[in-house]
Nanobody, 124 residues
C-alpha cells in the first residue's frame, strides 16, 4: 500500500507561482508519479508525469513551458512547480503513483494509488 498526501495548493493571482508537493509513504518502491487535475464540471486530466529514475518526463501541452515536475526519491516526494499561472489552471490537483518499474512511463489506466487532492485557485 502507498499513501499519497498533496500540499501546497492555495489562492494565487494570475501570473503567479505555486509549488505543489506530494509525499508518499508506505511501500513506495520504484513508482512513477503523475500529476492530474480536475476543474469543476470537467473530467480529470493529465498534467505531468515523471518516471522513478527521473529520466523521462512528459507534460500536457496546456502546461508545457510553465510547469515543472521533479522528484526527490530520498524524501519520497514529487513536486510540481507551477509558474505563469492562468485562471484556467484552477482545479483540484491530484498526485498518483504507478508501479511500472524504474524507467517506464505509465498509461493513464496504470496508476495504482491516488492522493486526496489539493485545491489551486487562480484569480484573474
Amino acid at each position: 500500500q502507498v499513501q499519497l498526501v498533496e500540499s501546497g495548493g492555495g489562492l494565487v493571482q494570475a501570473g503567479g507561482s505555486l509549488r505543489l508537493s506530494c509525499a508518499a509513504s508506505g511501500r513506495t518502491f520504484r513508482y512513477a508519479m503523475g500529476w492530474f487535475r480536475q476543474a469543476p464540471g470537467k473530467e480529470r486530466e493529465f498534467v505531468a508525469v515523471i518516471n522513478w529514475s527521473g529520466g523521462s518526463i512528459y507534460y500536457a501541452d496546456s502546461v508545457k513551458g510553465r510547469f515543472t515536475i521533479s522528484r526527490d526519491n530520498a524524501k519520497n516526494t514529487v513536486y510540481l512547480q507551477m509558474n505563469s499561472l492562468k485562471s484556467e489552471d484552477t482545479a483540484v490537483y491530484f498526485c498518483a503513483a504507478a508501479a511500472v518499474g524504474p524507467t517506464r512511463i505509465p498509461r493513464g489506466s496504470e496508476y495504482d494509488y491516488w492522493g486526496q487532492g489539493t485545491q489551486v485557485t487562480v484569480s484573474s
